[in-house]
């Protein structure tokens, strides 16, 4: 028998960690929280009779839950609006310790509600023993549940993976491209949703990536009709707003003349920010104007009604800024001002989705996504877009003042995201799987 401790961040890593160097097999002997995460003493090839001889124990000796276990059960298996029936208090508890032993990935696996209904055997059979206790007591219990939940979570998620690619093969199989694509979980199941039950091989290597590319919103806006009107331009620190602004003034120049056109500097916070943009208007012959609040502006405007093109640039800021609502303030002293969002694809899906949460109250009408030619992947851009239903009117993919801009198209977004695999080898980890697809879906059953 192999027993060995390991120690994680959390839960999940935890149990990695034990799946990866022990394997399926392993047994779970105790779980502990420490300060630098959580402590996993794990047994290999487990003989119960060996580890009683040693601790000098009779054959009548049986290891039970202890009471925080006990509780564990009985808080997964009886929410507080459900009561089950009495059971027999006096059955061994031995088989039911479910969180002492990781589930075997095997076709004949448990599934999710089997354990779950194990789990209430079990804390009916103790729930009479189970006394009050104090404050401390109880915080230092909840953390260990959390613990025990977590790993419990870990195992039914795998086997519901598992399960997955057993009876839905092709299903698992575009879910895993998806991951690949580095499109979030939620999304991928929501595009694996609008698949045919019944595909073949064929179908499933090509449909998801046209569901993926129908539902990116696009706009279809020219550049060479790109103008009329204020146009103001929003988003966090460094996602090339700026120069995204040249680019778009330099081709309504081309098209309108420089009498035309007009730039707008409303950030006020940054250093040089007014600077790089006169720097832009004196290359195209266009005349720049600073707004540093929504009284400015709305005169700026006012003194700007005939110009065809108004581009406004504003000061990048996060969504935990407080100076971002005066900001708002600022852009809504004209009724006429359209909002465009620009987002960096290089950018982390997460940060993506905070960026559009944080810029939500002023009703961004449309979207840029520039940097491009910066992203290892697009799935966490596209996943975003997506999630939030934003329109595209063009890319960007480089610094070039006028070239490098393009209207904006879902099919070559989604080529683009797929070439980009082709320099990475990598493929997703089956415990990220099980992370993403396996637990929503099992619980769902339980």
């Given amino acids: 028998m192999k027993i060995k401790r390991f120690v994680a961040p959390d839960m999940r890593q935890a149990m990695r960690q034990v799946r990866d160097e022990q394997g399926p097999d392993a047994v779970i002997l105790s779980t502990r929280r420490l300060d630098d995460g959580i402590e996993i003493i794990a047994a290999l090839d487990y003989d119960e009779a060996l580890v009683r001889e040693a601790a000098g124990q009779g054959n009548d000796a049986v290891p039970r839950l202890t009471e925080r276990e006990a509780l564990f059960a009985a808080e997964l298996a009886n929410p507080p ?42 804390a009916d059979a103790v729930r ?27 195992q039914l998620s795998a086997l519901r993976w598992n399960q997955t690619e057993r009876e839905q093969p092709l299903q698992a199989r575009v879910l895993r491209e998806m991951t690949r694509l580095g499109i979030d979980g939620d999304v991928a199941r929501s595009l694996c949703a609008e698949l045919p039950r019944t595909m073949t091989p064929e179908q499933a290597r090509y449909l998801p990536l046209g569901i993926l590319s129908r539902n990116i919103r696009t706009t279809g806006r020219e550049l060479n009709t790109f103008g009329g009107g204020v146009v103001a331009f929003v988003g966090t620190t460094g996602v090339g707003k700026t120069t995204t602004i040249a680019k778009l003034a330099a081709r309504a120049v081309l098209r309108h003349g420089a009498a035309n056109v007009a730039l707008v500097s409303a950030d006020q916070y940054r250093i040089g920010a007014g600077a790089q943009l006169e720097h832009y208007g004196r290359l195209l012959g266009v005349r720049v104007f600073n707004a540093h609040d929504a009284t400015s502006l709305r005169n700026v405007l006012l003194q700007l009604r005939g110009r065809h093109t108004v581009l406004v640039d504003t000061a990048g800021m996060a969504g935990s800024d407080p100076k971002l ?33 944080a810029y939500a109250p002023i009703a961004p009408q449309t979207a840029i996504l520039t940097k491009l030619d910066e992203a290892p992947l697009l799935g966490g851009a596209l996943s975003a877009l997506i999630r939030h239903g934003l329109s595209l009117d063009y890319t960007t993919d480089g610094q070039r003042v006028p070239e490098d801009i393009a209207v904006a198209d879902s099919r070559k977004l989604v080529c683009l995201a797929a070439q980009l695999l082709k320099n990475r080898n990598d493929e997703p980890d089956d415990a990220v799987l099980a992370d993403r697809f396996g637990l929503p879906a099992m619980a769902a059953t339980v």
């Fill in 81 to 122: 609006q459900r009561r089950e029936a009495p059971r027999d208090t006096h059955r061994d508890t031995r088989a039911s310790a479910a969180p002492r032993t990781a589930p075997p990935a095997h076709p004949n696996a448990p599934q999710a509600h089997s354990s779950a209904a194990l789990a209430a055997s079990v």
């Fill in 128 to 154: 009479a023993s189970v006394g009050p206790a104090n404050d401390m007591a109880v915080n230092t219990m909840r953390a260990e549940l959390n613990s025990l939940r977590e790993m419990l979570e870990v």
């Fill in 325 to 357: 609502q005066q900001q708002f303030d600022t852009l809504r002293a004209s009724s006429d001002v359209r909002v465009c969002q620009v987002l960096a694809a290089n950018a982390q899906s997460q940060s993506l989705d905070a960026a559009i949460r």
